[in-house]
């Protein structure tokens, strides 16, 4: 059995579902936009730049699940998702998946961005394993933290250690491991598989690919049979 494992945004993504999150609650007026429209585009320049400072996004962007309750969190989500991230999902990058699942293969999301986000957007893919930042939970409300290691670079191999040894599997029960991503943060994940994939790379990503010989391919082509 092969292992595939696929980055989120901008990979399986046509944007950034993050970024989106943030700027999606803004347009509906739950957070500040003077305050917090510059921040998230700083946050996400630093995070295209490598620069990200992990612990102050996260508290940046875990905070606004903090101050509603889940029911009007999960409405919120459920508009988020059909108005902003169905019109994201990439043909070619839904195909891909299918084609991991037809073949046997066990296949998993592995995201930076948080779960509450991007839990139905795995499901939307028919991905039924989420391997993601999780927010901290107490007596029913988030409280704004990150609870655990966030999957974020070097995290990432942590948590899909840890998600594997959780089923009974390690790095070496798997025929192939693979892993598609767009971005060079996740350099860490992509030289630990055996078969890195670059997705429609950064230019530092696309380099890494040129100069190792990896795959690099693009979900952002139109399917051949489009219009």
């Not at 995070?47 to 999960?74: M, N, V």
């Not at 293969?105 to 930042?133: C, K, M, Q, S, Y």
């Not at 943060?185 to 992509?190: A, F, M, W, Y």
Request: with cysteine; aromatic share 10%; glycine share 6%.
């Amino acid at each position: 059995m092969d292992l595939t494992l696929f980055d989120l945004d901008n990979t399986l993504l046509a944007g950034d579902s993050d970024f989106n999150w943030a700027q999606f609650l803004i347009g509906k007026g739950l957070i500040d936009r003077e305050l917090h429209e510059a921040k998230n585009q700083q946050f996400y320049d630093d995070y295209l730049a490598g620069t990200l400072d992990i612990d102050a996004f996260l508290a940046f962007q875990l905070a606004p699940l903090a101050r509603h309750d889940r029911e009007t969190l999960e409405a919120l989500r459920a508009e988020y998702l059909e108005t902003v991230v169905r019109p994201m999902m990439l043909p070619r990058a839904q195909a891909e998946v299918a084609a991991a699942r037809a073949r046997g293969d066990l296949v998993a999301v592995v995201t930076a961005t948080n779960a509450f986000v991007t839990g139905p957007i795995a499901r939307a893919f028919g991905i039924e394993h989420l391997i993601a930042t999780i927010p901290e939970v107490e007596h029913g409300r988030f409280t704004g933290r990150c609870r655990g290691t966030p999957a974020f670079q070097a995290g990432k191999i942590a948590r899909v250690e840890a998600w594997l040894e959780s089923l009974g599997y390690w790095w070496n029960s798997f025929t192939t491991i693979r892993f598609y991503s767009d971005s060079h943060n996740d350099l860490p994940l992509l030289t630990r598989v055996d078969e890195p994939i670059a997705v429609d790379p950064d230019p530092t990503l696309r380099e890494a690919a040129q100069r190792n010989g990896w795959r690099i391919v693009s979900f952002r082509e139109p399917m051949e049979d489009d219009s």
